[in-house]
């Protein structure tokens, strides 16, 4: 016991001395998002087999009900990101943390085709309102030049709290035992009350945080027509699609394409399942490193990488689709972890960009835009590649995606020369002698009339 404790002090005071300095109140945000990706992690991985094995619903009928959780996103992402300019991020974020506890307990009493639907809708728009909610919060509560910093710890501890719920979930989970999922989703809804008290021990804004209102305080200087102001960014409209393109190529695909074409090249499930903690590991163990080592070079040069890292991941899959059992598990789970690396640095890079170019009055909207694209990849890459690896596509699909994450990086070299001075870098230090600035990011535009 003193070996382990003693190393997770050592990880701890690793985290605590050479991760990005932020203020108190972000790490309680930062934990009340993870203690809600404790119980996402519990109940998500399991959600088809839950509705199908132990509710008896058809297969066809449980996966429309997964759907509908990606669904709830095209309603709540766009009313999050305006709720959270209008009424401010911390109320939203309560708001949907709330009704996603509430669309758990639904899914946990499920007795019919439309309470599973009903369920799944509710839990899947309280996800959607928190999403923008909360990057708007972040970027609210931080110093302009730690956003970076404060987006890619979001990533580690999220990441940190699906993989601790999913490794609960499968010591909890019997498939014999209907109340096992019960209480899946019983500690699911649990996790998201529990974090909501956590978001007030943010009270109070740092010293030299932008002055973005986080309780509505400043409700009056959003215009009424923000998503028109959002539409007509040219910037952010590519900076839009890159996202899409990105999420519809790669965390998608990773989430629903690589198991199945792991299971349809005789790998097994404990395969999939060790591929799968592997790039968690990855992600939670080497962010803060990643950031460290990024830190001053250009936001869009990560995307490049990542765009490089995730084309070689894809290239090991293919491979090792046609190694056999041996070298191919290990290809496959090669592949997870140099995916892993490259998200890594999707998060410093992306949601940082949306939040320096964004108007003060008009960042729930953006916010609500970019978690917007994040839900049409998430819609387009499943369908797509579903399409072309039931027609037995499956070499098709990979040289697709290693090409289109070439297309990828060469957007981001596009966007690069459209940034305005000093957005497109990593944490850069304040100048000698300088305090945080006391006022929003320079944005390319104008601020948006009140």
């Known amino acids: 016991m003193d070996g382990w404790s003693g190393l997770v002090v050592r990880m701890l005071r690793r985290w605590t001395t050479e991760g990005p300095v932020l203020p108190v ?50 309603v709540g992402n766009p009313l999050g990101g305006v709720w959270a300019d209008r009424f401010g991020p911390r109320p939203v974020l309560a708001l949907g943390w709330a009704t996603a506890s509430m669309g758990a307990v639904m899914l946990a009493t499920v007795s019919n085709v439309w309470q599973a639907f009903a369920g799944a809708a509710v839990a899947g728009l309280g996800a959607a309102l928190a999403w923008p909610a909360l990057d708007t919060f972040l970027a609210a509560v931080v110093p302009e030049r730690r956003r970076s910093s404060v987006f890619a710890l979001r990533h580690a501890t999220m990441n940190a709290g699906l993989a601790a719920g999913s490794l609960l979930a499968s010591v909890i989970a019997q498939v014999g035992r209907p109340s096992s999922f019960v209480l899946l989703y019983t500690l699911d809804a649990a996790s998201f009350l529990l974090a909501i008290p956590l978001l007030w021990a943010a009270r109070n804004r740092p010293a030299g945080s932008a002055p973005v209102a986080v309780d509505g305080e400043d409700a009056a200087a959003a215009p009424a027509d923000g998503y028109r102001v959002v539409a007509r960014d040219g910037l952010f409209v590519r900076l839009w699609l890159l996202i899409a393109v990105l999420v519809t190529v790669g965390i998608a695909q990773f989430n629903t394409a690589f198991p199945l074409l792991a299971v349809s090249a005789q790998m097994s499930a404990a395969v999939v399942g060790w591929a799968f903690a592997a790039n968690m590991v990855t992600v939670t163990a080497c962010q803060l490193l990643v950031l ?86 998430f819609a387009l890459g499943p369908a797509a590649a579903g399409l072309l690896l039931q027609h037995g596509l499956d070499t098709v699909l990979l040289l697709g995606l290693t090409l289109a994450c070439t297309a990828a990086a060469a957007l981001a070299v596009t966007l690069r020369r459209r940034l305005p001075p000093g957005v497109d870098i990593i944490d850069p230090p304040a100048p000698d002698g300088a305090t945080e600035p006391a006022t929003p990011a320079a944005t390319h535009q104008q601020e948006a009339p009140a």
Do not use: K
């Not at 998500?44 to 449980?62: D, K, N, W």
């Not at 059992?325 to 960009?353: H, Q, R």
């Not at 320096?356 to 916010?367: E, F, H, S, V």
């Open 292 to 377: 460290r080592a990024a830190r001053g070079r250009r936001r869009t040069s990560a995307i490049v990488v990542l765009c490089a890292l995730w084309a070689c991941s894809w290239m090991l899959v293919l491979a090792g689709r046609h190694l056999g059992m041996g070298v191919g598990a290990m290809l496959f789970v090669s592949a997870a972890v140099v995916f892993g690396f490259g998200e890594t640095l999707f998060a410093p890079a992306l949601p940082a960009l949306v939040n320096d170019i964004a108007p003060q009055a008009l960042r729930g909207r953006y916010n609500g835009a970019s978690a917007f694209a994040y839900t049409t990849g």
């Open 25 to 74: 109140q972000v790490w309680a945000v930062l934990g009340a998002d993870a203690l809600s990706a404790v119980g996402s992690g519990l109940t998500l991985p399991f959600l088809l087999v839950y509705l199908h094995t132990v509710r008896g619903l058809s297969l066809g009928t449980a996966g429309a009900v997964c759907t509908t959780l990606a669904l709830a996103g095209l």
